[in-house]
Every structure is written in structure tokens, then in C-alpha cells.
């Protein structure tokens, strides 16, 4: 297990020149920071956002901090498999996958595949699009230059399960159950696919982080009534910033001592606050045999399969 030095910031990021990176979800909060200090350290990064408006104001506000930062903007919305395989086809190169976007704690929503709407975006889109990306991933890593996913998870992960029979939560739903069913299963794929990359010696490393609580637009977005207005109360008094809760993630898509498998969250209060250590999952998220009922599910409803030279179940 990584040592991680107590007070790692962005800062102890090495340089990143010739290196390619996507961050979905980059327009605001830990995916722009994500994305500006990427660029700040000479990383190309491709902002993959839903909305190309915020999209482009989030590109002016790192290039007018950092004049010629190689920052380019992409259309992807996770919620549309459809638009999850066109984004896919137009990227010939990346390096590294910051799994960042996510929906949290909405009123009931479908997707426009009929999924529920936390559960297909923030992780059917994710498990599509590595899959998707897994040839690019694999020939840069293949060419020595330290291919790496990192999946974006949340402490609200622990308690989570699998709603195997009710996924849509057409027969009981509840926003903040159905984050924890999704973040429970980011952790359950990041998990099984660095077991997958390293059963077929894939050189690409999977690593799972999660901010602790940092204040972003997440918490007033999908919320409605009393939920955001407390959400609101609590990013103003506990939350740390999404500068800080960002480092988190940097750490695990950059730091030369990460290790596949890992999961980077904060170190302090409980993992919200605070700059980066190896933390645990809950135990049931380590489990293989769900991770792998939770794979083939998605496998099928995403319609991606993934490619490896040699099945983990052998």
C-alpha cells in the first residue's frame, strides 16, 4: 500500500507534458479543478461536458489563468449512451480517465435509455465509456506512459447496495438511497476492473478516489425543497472547497507512487476533510462475486463489452 506524504497538494503533481487526459464532468466544481491544474502541469485535457456553454466559459477561466493551456472542449452527456459512444469515437488518444461527473440526489429520472437517472449516469456512462476507451488507454499504456481510470466515488458509497431488483426504483425510490446504489457501484467497478487489468496484465492501473465533503454545485443541483436547502447550509459550514476536495483525485490520475486497486480519499474528520491517504471501502464493495454480477449486468445494459487478453474469472 502507497505511503502518501501527510500535506501531498497540487503542487507535488509532476509535470504532465505529451500527456492526455479526459475529465468528464469539467466544466464545474472537482472536474474543473481537476481539469485547471492538469493543464497548469502541461497535460492536454479534453473537458467532456454536457453543456457546451459552461463548457467554454470553464475554458476561458483556466486559460486566462494559465495563458496557453492545451484545454479542449468535448460534448458528453453520460445520461445518453448514444452520446457516451460518439464522444468515444472521437478520442484517438488519452492517457488517463478522470471519471468525475455525476448526478446526485434528484427526484425520480429516467435516462434516455430508461435507466434511473444516478444509477445510468454515474455509473453505466462511466462503465461504457472506459470500455469504450479501453483500446486508446491500452495502447498508451502499452508505449510505457502510465494509462490510468479513476473512478470518483463517495464516502456516501458505504451503506450503498445494489438494487438488483428494482434498479429503475420504479417500486421504491429515495434520491439519497439510489446515490449511495451508485457510488457503491463506482466502487465495486473500479475495484473489479483493476482486478480485470491485472489477471490480463493490462498496463493500466484503476483507482477509485472520493473528495469527503467539498462544496460544489453537486449538492444544489439535483437536490430539491428541504435537501438543498440544508445542503446549501452545510456547504457554507462544513464542506471543505472543491479546490481541496479535487487533490483527492489529482493524487490517484497522477502521482507516480499510485497503485492500481487503490482508493485515494481525504485523511482527516472522518475522510472529509483534508489532503490525500489510502482509505478503505466498505467491505461488501470489495466483494468479487457481486463486482462481477454488477459487470455482467452492466456489460449488458450498456451493450459495451470489454475486451481483455485474459478473463479475470479464469
Same mark, same amino acid.
Do not use: C
Given at each position: 500500500?502507497?505511503?502518501?506524504?501527510?500535506?501531498?497538494?497540487?503542487?507535488?503533481?509532476?509535470?504532465?507534458?505529451?500527456?492526455?487526459?479526459?475529465?468528464?464532468?469539467?466544466?464545474?466544481?472537482?472536474?474543473?479543478?481537476?481539469?485547471?491544474?492538469?493543464?497548469?502541469?502541461?497535460?492536454?485535457?479534453?473537458?467532456?461536458?454536457?453543456?457546451?456553454?459552461?463548457?467554454?466559459?470553464?475554458?476561458?477561466?483556466?486559460?486566462?489563468?494559465?495563458?496557453?493551456?492545451?484545454?479542449?472542449?468535448?460534448?458528453?452527456?453520460?445520461?445518453?449512451?448514444?452520446?457516451?459512444?460518439?464522444?468515444?469515437?472521437?478520442?484517438?488518444?488519452?492517457?488517463?480517465?478522470?471519471?468525475?461527473?455525476?448526478?446526485?440526489?434528484?427526484?425520480?429520472?429516467?435516462?434516455?435509455?430508461?435507466?434511473?437517472?444516478?444509477?445510468?449516469?454515474?455509473?453505466?456512462?462511466? +462503465? !461504457?465509456?472506459?470500455?469504450?476507451? /479501453?483500446?486508446?488507454? *491500452? #495502447?498508451?499504456? %502499452? &508505449? @510505457?506512459?502510465?494509462? $490510468?481510470?479513476?473512478?470518483?466515488?463517495?464516502?456516501?458509497?458505504?451503506?450503498?447496495?445494489?438494487?438488483?431488483?428494482?434498479?429503475?426504483?420504479?417500486?421504491?425510490?429515495?434520491?439519497?438511497?439510489?446515490?449511495?446504489?451508485?457510488? +457503491? !457501484?463506482?466502487?465495486?467497478?473500479? /475495484?473489479?476492473?483493476? *482486478? #480485470?487489468?491485472? %489477471? &490480463? @496484465?493490462?498496463?493500466? $492501473?484503476?483507482?477509485?478516489?472520493?473528495?469527503?465533503?467539498?462544496?460544489?454545485?453537486?449538492?444544489?443541483?439535483?437536490?430539491?425543497?428541504?435537501?438543498?436547502?440544508?445542503?446549501?447550509?452545510?456547504?457554507?459550514?462544513?464542506?471543505?472547497? !472543491?479546490?481541496?476536495?479535487?487533490?483527492?483525485?489529482?493524487?490517484?490520475?497522477?502521482?507516480?507512487?499510485?497503485?492500481?486497486?487503490?482508493?485515494?480519499?481525504?485523511?482527516?474528520?472522518?475522510?472529509?476533510?483534508?489532503?490525500?491517504?489510502?482509505?478503505?471501502?466498505?467491505?461488501?464493495?470489495?466483494?468479487?462475486?457481486?463486482?462481477?454480477?454488477?459487470?455482467?449486468?452492466?456489460?449488458?445494459?450498456?451493450?459495451?463489452?470489454?475486451?481483455?487478453?485474459?478473463?479475470?474469472?479464469?
Amino acid at each position: 500500500m502507497t505511503s502518501i506524504k501527510d500535506g501531498w497538494t497540487a503542487k507535488d503533481i509532476p509535470r504532465q507534458d505529451g500527456r492526455v487526459f479526459v475529465v468528464t464532468g469539467a466544466n464545474s466544481g472537482l472536474g474543473f479543478a481537476t481539469a485547471r491544474e492538469l493543464a497548469r502541469h502541461g497535460a492536454t485535457v479534453l473537458l467532456a461536458v454536457r453543456n457546451a456553454e459552461k463548457g467554454r466559459q470553464a475554458i476561458g477561466r483556466i486559460t486566462d489563468e494559465i495563458p496557453g493551456a492545451d484545454v479542449q472542449l468535448r460534448s458528453l452527456d453520460l445520461a445518453d449512451l448514444d452520446s457516451v459512444r460518439s464522444f468515444a469515437a472521437g478520442v484517438a488518444t488519452v492517457h488517463a480517465l478522470v471519471n468525475n461527473a455525476g448526478v446526485m440526489m434528484p427526484p425520480r429520472t429516467l435516462t434516455k435509455q430508461g435507466f434511473e437517472l444516478q444509477f445510468g449516469a454515474n455509473h453505466l456512462g462511466h +462503465f !461504457a465509456l472506459t470500455g469504450l476507451l /479501453l483500446p486508446a488507454l *491500452r #495502447r498508451a499504456g %502499452a &508505449a @510505457g506512459t502510465d494509462a $490510468r481510470v479513476v473512478t470518483v466515488s463517495s464516502g456516501l458509497h458505504r451503506g450503498g447496495s445494489i438494487h438488483f431488483d428494482d434498479l429503475d426504483g420504479a417500486r421504491s425510490y429515495s434520491p439519497t438511497g439510489f446515490y449511495s446504489q451508485s457510488k +457503491f !457501484a463506482n466502487v465495486l467497478f473500479g /475495484l473489479e476492473l483493476d *482486478r #480485470r487489468l491485472r %489477471a &490480463a @496484465g493490462e498496463p493500466i $492501473r484503476s483507482l477509485l478516489a472520493h473528495p469527503g465533503y467539498a462544496a460544489t454545485n453537486l449538492q444544489l443541483a439535483g437536490p430539491t425543497g428541504l435537501m438543498k436547502f440544508g445542503m446549501r447550509i452545510s456547504n457554507a459550514l462544513i464542506a471543505q472547497s !472543491a479546490d481541496m476536495g479535487a487533490l483527492d483525485q489529482l493524487y490517484a490520475a497522477t502521482d507516480p507512487g499510485a497503485e492500481g486497486g487503490e482508493f485515494i480519499g481525504p485523511r482527516r474528520m472522518r475522510e472529509q476533510r483534508g489532503t490525500p491517504t489510502v482509505v478503505q471501502p466498505d467491505p461488501n464493495a470489495t466483494d468479487p462475486a457481486l463486482a462481477r454480477r454488477l459487470w455482467d449486468l452492466s456489460e449488458e445494459l450498456t451493450g459495451v463489452h470489454y475486451d481483455f487478453a485474459v478473463s479475470s474469472r479464469n
